[in-house]
């Protein structure tokens, strides 16, 4: 970023916000519920404000618009500490990959636990420091830092990660994590704001940004060049969020997800995808857990996946969780086989696509979306095929079963969604005869 530019960034954020410690002071609650972070991140507002500085004496106050230039390095935080309790330390961005459309929400940027008072250097680092990488066109990111106080010294059972990869940190809850350790409501918090500058680049090469952005470009070259037929608008938001995934940046590890998701163990014996299928349902995205609609999957989604030329495919989307969570027992919305390449309208229908439906009152199902490669070529089915209108045929079905039967390799790549019951469900029930 130009000198130019940083000086007439510096005297907006003064000028906008000038009048900020005088707001927290006095409405600390106000303020944070103003820039939504209650409920975005948390349910209660913390009781004091944590004191965070970047290197220059740069302080963080809440609702200050900071450049990703200027926090680029590790700050320090300060709180009103008792030197013989352990607390954790965390920095989280809710706004992955835009405020608008936190698909990926929340990305975690720091998490230190067991800082015995307020030295984070003597912390448990569990994550460390990665400073603000907002993608380009995606406006203002909130970046969240949250103090709790610990019941004591605690065994973490985490990944430990370092800044040099952005994998494992997207789909963060730092509500979730709190609760899986007992910690509370957090006791201290402030916040800043940022937008993409010429910082953002940098940043992304050292998460591993270059070459995996590569690697999907030569496999999916095709269906990025289809993006120039599209309307300059929607030119820009695909490549923004085509890019913002395939840094790995907020799309975490696809088999960590469907691990800790308890998909690998419930249905695929302990060996999961390691790539990710696209699945779009017009302008809803699946993305590793996120919840949608019975309404609005009702349609064949647009699948995309990695593959090789001249190789044929099976794809699944099953529901483990029929009639509810816990049983197992697998319901089979979709199968199609002998697919060559990612050419799914070209492959065998053995059995039609049917969108969710799960029973009211049963929860939140999973829907699994997986691609297995036919080594052999292709492949005669001996399965019945199953019309739209077959609901009970479709019961009982396991996708690790019917890949051991025909010898499928994989799955090599997965995707899921959740959902749960909605007004459109009764008539698909009565449509597959239930």
Same mark, same amino acid.
């Given at each position: 970023m130009s000198k130019v530019l940083l000086s007439a960034t510096s005297l907006l954020a003064q000028r906008t916000f000038s009048y900020t410690p005088r707001v927290l002071s006095s409405t600390m609650t106000e303020a944070l519920k103003q820039h939504g972070v209650v409920p975005d991140v948390i349910d209660k507002v913390p009781a004091s404000i944590a004191k965070v500085s970047y290197p220059g004496n740069l302080s963080v106050d809440i609702g200050k618009v900071l450049t990703p230039t200027l926090v680029k390095d590790q700050p320090t935080v300060t709180w009103d500490a008792d030197p013989s309790t352990f607390y954790?330390?965390? *920095?989280?961005?809710?706004?992955? +990959?835009?405020? &608008? =459309? +936190?698909?990926?929400?929340?990305?975690?940027?720091?998490?230190?636990? /067991?800082?015995? #008072?307020?030295?984070?250097?003597?912390?448990?680092?569990?994550?460390?420091?990665? #400073?603000?990488?907002? +993608?380009?066109? =995606?406006?203002?990111? @909130?970046?969240?830092?949250?103090?709790?106080?610990? +019941?004591?010294?605690? $065994?973490?059972?985490?990944?430990?990660?370092? $800044?040099?990869?952005? /994998? $494992?940190?997207? &789909?963060?809850?730092? &509500?979730?994590?709190?609760? &899986?350790? $007992?910690?509370?409501?957090?006791?201290?918090?402030? *916040?800043?704001?940022?937008?993409?500058?010429?910082?953002?680049?940098?940043?992304?090469?050292?998460?591993?940004?270059?070459?995996?952005?590569?690697?999907?470009?030569?496999?999916?070259?095709? @269906?990025?060049?289809?993006?120039y037929d599209c309307k300059p608008a929607t030119m820009k938001t695909l490549l923004t969020v085509t890019l913002f995934c395939t840094i790995g940046f907020a799309l975490a590890d696809v088999a960590s997800e469907f691990q800790s998701a308890n998909i690998t163990s419930d249905i695929l014996k302990g060996h999961g995808p390691t790539d990710l299928i696209e699945v779009k349902y017009g302008n809803n995205v699946v993305n590793l857990g996120n919840e949608l609609t019975p309404t609005q999957v009702k349609q064949i989604p647009e699948i995309h996946y990695k593959h090789e030329g001249g190789v044929l495919y099976t794809l699944v989307m099953t529901d483990p969780d029929v009639p509810t969570r816990g049983y197992n027992r697998e319901f089979n919305h979709w199968l199609v086989g002998n697919i060559p390449e990612e050419s799914v309208e070209k492959g065998e229908v053995l059995a039609e696509y049917v969108g969710s439906g799960p029973p009211q009152g049963s929860g939140l199902h999973r829907y699994v979306f997986l691609v297995y490669r036919q080594d052999q070529g292709a492949i005669t089915f001996d399965e019945r095929r199953l019309s739209t209108w077959d609901g009970k045929q479709r019961r009982r079905f396991s996708i690790q079963k019917f890949a051991e039967k025909y010898s499928l390799v994989g799955p090599l790549a997965g995707n899921y969604f959740t959902a749960k019951w909605d007004e459109s469900v009764p008539d698909l029930h009565k449509h597959l005869g239930f």
């Amino acid at each position: 970023m130009s000198k130019v530019l940083l000086s007439a960034t510096s005297l907006l954020a003064q000028r906008t916000f000038s009048y900020t410690p005088r707001v927290l002071s006095s409405t600390m609650t106000e303020a944070l519920k103003q820039h939504g972070v209650v409920p975005d991140v948390i349910d209660k507002v913390p009781a004091s404000i944590a004191k965070v500085s970047y290197p220059g004496n740069l302080s963080v106050d809440i609702g200050k618009v900071l450049t990703p230039t200027l926090v680029k390095d590790q700050p320090t935080v300060t709180w009103d500490a008792d030197p013989s309790t352990f607390y954790t330390v965390c *920095m989280t961005d809710p706004d992955a +990959p835009s405020r &608008k =459309t +936190p698909t990926y929400r929340e990305w975690h940027h720091w998490l230190v636990g /067991n800082v015995p #008072g307020d030295d984070i250097s003597k912390g448990d680092v569990l994550s460390e420091y990665v #400073g603000s990488g907002p +993608p380009k066109d =995606t406006g203002l990111h @909130r970046y969240v830092f949250l103090v709790y106080k610990q +019941p004591g010294k605690i $065994n973490f059972d985490e990944p430990r990660l370092t $800044n040099k990869s952005g /994998n $494992n940190r997207g &789909k963060f809850s730092i &509500k979730k994590f709190a609760a &899986k350790y $007992n910690l509370g409501d957090p006791i201290a918090g402030n *916040m800043y704001q940022a937008e993409y500058d010429d910082y953002v680049p940098i940043l992304y090469k050292q998460l591993g940004e270059r070459d995996t952005f590569t690697d999907v470009v030569a496999v999916s070259r095709n @269906r990025l060049n289809c993006l120039y037929d599209c309307k300059p608008a929607t030119m820009k938001t695909l490549l923004t969020v085509t890019l913002f995934c395939t840094i790995g940046f907020a799309l975490a590890d696809v088999a960590s997800e469907f691990q800790s998701a308890n998909i690998t163990s419930d249905i695929l014996k302990g060996h999961g995808p390691t790539d990710l299928i696209e699945v779009k349902y017009g302008n809803n995205v699946v993305n590793l857990g996120n919840e949608l609609t019975p309404t609005q999957v009702k349609q064949i989604p647009e699948i995309h996946y990695k593959h090789e030329g001249g190789v044929l495919y099976t794809l699944v989307m099953t529901d483990p969780d029929v009639p509810t969570r816990g049983y197992n027992r697998e319901f089979n919305h979709w199968l199609v086989g002998n697919i060559p390449e990612e050419s799914v309208e070209k492959g065998e229908v053995l059995a039609e696509y049917v969108g969710s439906g799960p029973p009211q009152g049963s929860g939140l199902h999973r829907y699994v979306f997986l691609v297995y490669r036919q080594d052999q070529g292709a492949i005669t089915f001996d399965e019945r095929r199953l019309s739209t209108w077959d609901g009970k045929q479709r019961r009982r079905f396991s996708i690790q079963k019917f890949a051991e039967k025909y010898s499928l390799v994989g799955p090599l790549a997965g995707n899921y969604f959740t959902a749960k019951w909605d007004e459109s469900v009764p008539d698909l029930h009565k449509h597959l005869g239930f």
